[in-house]
């Protein structure tokens, strides 16, 4: 039966060529533009570490000038980043199951010179923990242990990218890189991994690919590194100057993650902070009401608006958009049903019943849907390629916009939902008509 | 005039009507609120920084011979660029300075006028040479401009001074104030001195450290992350650190840019090889500052030019199937005697009300979903004239849409209305 309504709309659409061209060609427009924006807006607003999101946490303490808020578009938040004392001291709690401060800076690497001049290198420091805790996958060898946070042992991890430059692919553990002054060793390749946004660090580049290198924390001082990513400072320099005057300062620089497992740790660990800012009150700093930040991946990403306010005023539009075209499908449906009103009045005083005539009928507008949403997904395929091609001039990737399974789902949905909607009323409206007018009409 | 017979055929084929009605509304709320957009990102574009944008290149030295740790040797590469960047032919100024036009940031600190009780202002701080003001391309419109040898001293001081930590008194800050000679934007002037006169006055920061004013220039815009894009200040001092590299601005004759973009690294790593270089147009930084405004501007003129192409089909639709249905209705009354302009104006004007009806709701619609994006979302409040512009474009789209098929309409014979009966 379906396969019989199936053959009857494919010939009911091949006998008004034009019209059915104009027809599908509305649907699949409604659904290109829809699903386009749907995924740019996507793209931004996923998970982007759906294996540890409900683990990991931000932290922000506001430590901030006690005569006015944390400029921003939104006053109640507090600095993005933590200062070197505070992530230091919040660094001994031993409630989160893993942590790490992290920060990044650019190096000079300096490759065997078979391979090329010496190049400078965007590299982050962090602590060991930042590869288990963000499920980094490794290619060769794991990240380094606690020992070397603490050493710092000269240890380093590179992004497949990375190895593939220096050691052409191979297995690099064991080997060595210059990296400014000193030699250190491989530990581990990641794998690829390349989260939609780079969510552990929302303060600059948001869309950009992983940095290449990782190693210890610890060697923010023997190396006397400065961050390379935004650093935000208030008030007066207390007369400290240099590299540990800016380590005492009250700059805030430092971006602050941990992993709590479960609720119970989540409350320890946030009565613990509020513990550590009580008490540094007492030795005049952290003036500001209490308001510190302990937050999902979710409400961080949030915080920093990582979705562009123009991609959700885009997506509305868009979808007003897809209204104008099933509105648009309703009227040109209805004309071509009503103008076929003598075949219908041919097939009831042969005995089909309203209700085939009605199936028959919604049987087109969904092979319409079909066929139309078939060439709007090509065509938001097409549309999604000039944004990721766009998206190269501004950041290091360019396929930040993936056309994912939730999208495609989407847009099928779309399509069957619009070819549904549109084609309801005209359906209607052709079998509720009397065979006798019909055919009256010969 | 046929409203009667219009009204009355429209009552009858509601839906068909009404949802031509809702299309053209649709399509006028989002048509107009796309070109606000659009205007809004345009406007964005349209700023000028004040600065020989086309002109001006980047030039960065990230050195990494050991040898450039030591201050003294850093100091005079600096001297050495400058003298071979100014010496290359095509150039028209050169300066060493962290100050890099279009690039969305770049630093800044807080000061208030010396004395007032005021809250500090945050406004944005470069160093300068005496070739700065000349390589952007800025006017001083009142006082003087750096010299060599201020920026030479002033380096040699300022790092004399916070080589060491300074000692501090009770209040936190340091004991012993420096002051220093600098340049400011007209706007920032405006903003500390109401009354335009700022020349020769001076400035306070957090650390009660002074600042004199000694110059100001017309323009100054770089956008920043607050909302300071237009307040800056110049400081003299030299550019130059072993992990930050030496910047250099160099700006180019009209028409010598391309030409210097090949040259540059050259002469410079012959000068000195330890190092890399990084050589960007700022024409280049501001197109990547301003891509995603421009990006929005060609998506959203793609979605109006394809719901017009909508839109329009639907009108056409309507208009085909009206007169397909109305074929023998039509040769009865061409045979009646009325005239083919007759048939013509009959559709034309049946589509008019139609529209019309669609345009009226689509207005209160553009009005209405532009509050509910700025207030939800973001973006500029709809200007009137823009959903005027919009009714008078669908006006004339829907007249357009309706002519073919209408004229073919009326171009059935009188004749027709004899057959099949």
Request: net charge positive.
């Amino acid at each position: 039966m379906l396969f019989h309504n199936l053959r009857i709309a494919w010939k009911s659409l091949k006998r008004n060529r034009a019209l059915s061209v104009l027809i599908v060609t509305g649907i699949a427009l409604g659904v290109a533009v829809s699903t386009t924006f749907a995924t740019v807006r996507h793209s931004y607003a996923k998970d982007p570490i759906p294996s540890k999101s409900d683990v990991l946490y931000y932290v922000r303490l506001d430590s901030w000038d006690p005569l006015k808020p944390y400029p921003g578009a939104d006053a109640t938040l507090p600095p993005t980043q933590v200062t070197y004392r505070d992530m230091t001291e919040i660094m001994k709690s031993n409630i989160p199951r893993r942590q790490s401060g992290m920060f990044k800076t650019a190096l000079y690497v300096y490759p065997d010179p078979k391979i090329g001049r010496p190049f400078r290198e965007t590299v982050r420091l962090c602590t060991s923990d930042f590869f288990p805790m963000f499920d980094v996958p490794m290619l060769y060898g794991s990240g380094w242990d606690r020992k070397a946070d603490a050493g710092p042992e000269p240890v380093v991890v590179l992004s497949r990218e990375m190895n593939d430059k220096l050691f052409g692919g191979k297995n690099s553990v064991g080997k060595t890189v210059r990296m400014g002054d000193r030699e250190f060793r491989v530990v581990g390749v990641m794998g690829d991994w390349l989260p939609s946004v780079k969510f552990y660090d929302l303060t600059q580049n948001m869309i950009d690919v992983p940095e290449t290198i990782y190693m210890p924390f610890s060697f923010l001082k023997p190396m006397q590194l400065r961050t390379f990513g935004n650093s935000d400072g208030w008030g007066s320099s207390g007369g400290l100057s240099g590299f540990d005057g800016f380590l005492q300062s009250e700059t805030c620089w430092i971006q602050m993650w941990v992993e709590l497992p479960d609720r119970a740790s989540v409350e320890k660990y946030k009565d613990f902070l509020a513990a550590y800012v009580l008490d540094q009150r007492k030795h005049g700093r952290f003036q500001r009401p209490l308001n510190n930040r302990v937050s999902t991946v979710r409400e961080w990403m949030r915080d920093q608006r990582v979705v562009p306010p123009e991609t959700t005023a885009m997506l509305i539009l868009s979808i007003l958009f897809l209204g104008v075209c099933a509105v648009n499908l309703v009227g040109l449906l209805l004309g071509k049903f009503l103008a076929r009103s003598s075949e219908v009045g041919v097939r009831r005083a042969l005995g089909a019943s309203r209700a085939d005539i009605f199936l028959q009928h919604v049987v087109e507008c969904e092979l319409i849907g079909v066929v139309g949403g078939a060439i709007g997904l090509l065509l938001s395929v097409g549309a999604l390629l000039f944004l990721n091609n766009w998206l190269k001039t501004i950041a290091t990737r360019g396929d930040f916009f993936r056309l994912d399974v939730p999208m495609v789902l989407l847009s099928i949905g779309l399509s069957l939902a619009a070819g549904l909607a549109a084609g309801l009323y005209p359906a209607w409206r052709t079998c509720r008509l009397a065979p006798a007018v019909h055919l009256s009409l010969q | 005039m046929e409203f009667g017979p219009i009204l009355r055929s429209m009552r009858r084929n509601k839906v068909r009507y009404g949802l031509i009605v809702a299309e053209v509304a649709l399509t006028l709320a989002v048509v107009a609120n796309c070109v606000n957009m659009i205007r809004d990102a345009r406007r964005q574009m349209a700023i000028v920084s004040g600065f020989d944008d086309d002109n001006l290149i980047r030039v960065n030295s990230r050195p990494f011979a050991p040898a450039f740790k030591e201050d003294g040797y850093l100091d005079n590469s600096v001297k050495k660029d400058l003298a071979a960047l100014r010496a290359l032919p095509g150039v028209k100024a050169a300066s060493n300075t962290r100050f890099l036009p279009w690039q969305g940031g770049g630093s800044s600190m807080e000061t208030r006028v010396l004395g007032s009780k005021g809250p500090m202002q945050r406004n944005q701080v470069y160093n300068a040479d005496e070739g700065t003001l000349a390589t952007l391309g800025s006017r001083l419109i009142e006082g003087r401009n750096f010299t060599r040898e201020e920026t030479e001293s002033e380096a040699l001081r300022i790092r004399q001074l916070f080589a060491s930590s300074r000692p501090s008194g009770a209040d936190g800050m340091p004991l012993e104030k420096i002051s220093q000679d600098i340049i400011i934007s007209k706007a920032f002037g405006d903003l500390l001195f109401p009354d335009g006169k700022a020349l020769g006055k001076r400035l306070e920061d957090t650390d009660g450290d002074q600042y004199m004013i000694v110059g100001v220039i017309d323009r100054f815009y770089n956008p920043y992350g607050w909302p300071i894009h237009e307040y800056v200040m110049f400081f003299p001092n030299t550019a130059r650190s072993y992990q930050g590299g030496a910047p250099y601005l160099v700006r180019a004759e009209p028409g010598r840019k391309a030409a210097l973009l090949a040259s540059i690294e050259k002469t410079l790593l012959a000068a000195d090889g330890g190092r890399n270089l990084q050589i960007q147009p700022v024409s280049q930084i501001k197109e990547r500052f301003q891509s995603r405004s421009s990006l929005m501007v060609t998506i959203l003129s793609v979605v109006i030019a394809l719901l017009l192409f909508i839109t329009s089909l639907g009108i056409v639709g309507l208009t085909v199937f009206s007169v397909a249905e109305r074929t023998r209705q039509i040769g009865t009354r061409r045979a009646l005697g009325a005239q083919r302009g007759d048939i013509l104006r009959y559709f034309l004007l049946e589509n008019w009300i139609v529209t019309t009806l669609g345009l009226a709701l689509g207005v209160v619609l553009a009005f209405g979903l532009n509050v509910a994006l700025v207030s939800r979302v973001s973006g500029p409040k709809m200007q009137p004239g823009l959903v005027a512009a919009g009714v008078l474009l669908l006006w004339i789209a829907g007249l357009a849409a309706t002519f073919l098929p209408a004229l073919r309409g009326a171009r059935v014979a009188p004749a027709i209305a004899t057959r099949n009966v």
